[in-house]
């Protein structure tokens, strides 16, 4: 089904929030209305962090949505429209606080969350495939792993 880059991005981000807001309290020890933090880098307040380093280390993650290329995908119609696969990748980097030392096993069961939230999916318009997570390792307080997953929908021009 063709739909438009707006809608295509709005079912990217719904598709991880519904699973990480459901998955993540049980694994940050939070109630079910308080899931790790998500950063959207296309808020008007968008900082790249939730907060400064004299915060209460809770776990949160940032996601990114990087299209790579398109191409066409049908030939014209009667009126003249064809369709033109859009690929990208979205990407979920994880940070969990390392002073725990509990830091990269809290980080890869958050991963293990997030790459269920593109394995094997489809949304109405978009469609997921080849979920995967990668060790970034420590940076200062923070252990991350990033979680991307290719994803493909298609354009009516």
Excluded at 1 to 15: N, P, S
Excluded at 21 to 30: E, H, N, R, S, Y
Excluded at 35 to 52: C, H, K, L
Excluded at 134 to 155: C, K, L, M, P
Aim: with cysteine; proline share 4%.
């Amino acid at each position: 089904m063709a739909t438009t880059l707006e809608v295509a991005q709005d079912e990217i981000y719904a598709q991880f929030r519904s699973v990480w807001v459901a998955d993540t309290p049980a694994l940050i020890g939070g109630s079910p209305l308080e899931p790790a933090s998500i950063q959207y880098e296309d808020t008007t307040n968008w900082t790249g962090r939730p907060r400064g380093d004299d915060d209460d280390g809770r776990p949160w993650c940032r996601i990114n949505i990087r299209h790579a290329t398109g191409e066409q995908r049908t030939l014209a119609d009667a009126v003249g429209g064809s369709l033109h696969a859009q690929l990208g990748t979205v990407i979920v980097q994880i940070f969990a606080d390392y002073k725990s030392n509990k830091g990269s096993t809290l980080a890869t069961q958050l991963a293990m969350v997030a790459k269920k939230a593109f394995t094997g999916k489809r949304t109405p318009n978009v469609w997921f495939r080849r979920a995967r997570y990668q060790e970034v390792g420590r940076e200062g307080r923070w252990y991350q792993i990033n979680v991307s997953a290719d994803f493909e929908w298609d354009e009516r021009r």
